[in-house]
C-alpha cells in the first residue's frame, strides 16, 4: 500500500459526460501528479501541483483541468468525454516539488466511455 | 513524440539468471531516470533511479546504468526471481524551477521462469 487513494476505482459514463477523479496523497506529501494510461501505452504525464499550486503541465487536453485543496488531496476534472478518453488514471504524490524524483502511485482509476 | 522509448515489449528469463531491460531517450535536458515495477491492478512502485550525473546506481540486486553519450539506461535485475516478474517502466524527468515533467516508456513485461 503507497498510502495515496484515489476514488473511484472504476467509472463508466457516456461521451459528452463529465467526470472528476479524486486522489488523496500520502500524509505529510505536498506534491501530487496525474497521468493517463491508454491501452498499450505509457503513463503520459498531465499535471503536477505542489502545495496548491501548479507547477508542470504535460499533455493535458483543455478539456481536462485539475486542481488541488488546501488539504492537499486533488481532483481531476473531465469534461466531453470522447471514448478515446477511456484509461487508467493514475494520481501520484511526493514529498518536495522539486529535486527529488521518488513517487508514491495510487491504484487508479480506470475510466470507461462508452 | 515519445521521448522515452523502451523497444521490447517482453522479456524472459530463468530464475537465477540476469534480467537486463532497456530503455532509450531523445531529450538531453533530462536530468534524472527512474525505473517503477507495476504488477496487474496496482499502480506503479518505484524501485531504483540515477542522476544524469552518475553512470551506475546500485541497489541490492537492482543496478542501473546509464550511458548519457548513448541516451541509453539499463536496469540489471541480478539474480532474478519470479517475484520480480511484472512490467517495468522508465522514466525520465526535467527539473524545472517549480516543478518536475515526467516521460515514461511504455513498458517491459519481465516474465522469470522458475
Known amino acids: 500500500d503507497s498510502g495515496v487513494t484515489q476514488t473511484p476505482k472504476h467509472l463508466i459514463t457516456a461521451t459528452g459526460q463529465r467526470v472528476t477523479l479524486r486522489c488523496s496523497p500520502r500524509s505529510g506529501d505536498l506534491s501530487v501528479y496525474w497521468y493517463q494510461q491508454s491501452l498499450d501505452q505509457g503513463l503520459q504525464f498531465l499535471i503536477h501541483?505542489?502545495?496548491?499550486?501548479?507547477?508542470a503541465k504535460g499533455n493535458i487536453l483543455e478539456r481536462f483541468s485539475a486542481q488541488q485543496f488546501p488539504d492537499l488531496h486533488s481532483e481531476l476534472n473531465l469534461s466531453s468525454l470522447e471514448l478515446g478518453d477511456s484509461a487508467l488514471y493514475f494520481c501520484?504524490?511526493?514529498?518536495?516539488?522539486?529535486?527529488?524524483?521518488?513517487?508514491?502511485f495510487g491504484p487508479g482509476t480506470r475510466l470507461t466511455v462508452l | 513524440d515519445q521521448q522515452v522509448k523502451q523497444n521490447s515489449p517482453s522479456l524472459s528469463v530463468q530464475e537465477g539468471r540476469i534480467s537486463i531491460l532497456n530503455c532509450d531517450y531523445t531529450?538531453?535536458?533530462?536530468?534524472?531516470f527512474l525505473w517503477y515495477k507495476k504488477y496487474p491492478a496496482e499502480g506503479p512502485t518505484f524501485l531504483i533511479s540515477?542522476?544524469?550525473?552518475?553512470d551506475k546506481n546500485e541497489d541490492g540486486r537492482f543496478t542501473v546504468f546509464l550511458n548519457k553519450s548513448a541516451k541509453h539506461l539499463s536496469l540489471h535485475i541480478v539474480p532474478s526471481q519470479p517475484g520480480d516478474s511484472a512490467v517495468y517502466f522508465c522514466?525520465?524527468?526535467?527539473?524545472?524551477?517549480?516543478?518536475?515533467?515526467?516521460?515514461f516508456g511504455t513498458g517491459t513485461s519481465l516474465t522469470v521462469i522458475p
Open positions: 540515477i542522476s544524469s550525473i552518475k
Open positions: 531529450n538531453s535536458m533530462f536530468d534524472y
Open positions: 501520484a504524490s511526493s514529498v518536495v516539488s522539486v529535486g527529488t524524483n521518488e513517487q508514491f
Open positions: 522514466a525520465a524527468s526535467i527539473s524545472a524551477n517549480t516543478g518536475n515533467q515526467f516521460y
Open positions: 501541483y505542489y502545495n496548491g499550486e501548479e507547477r
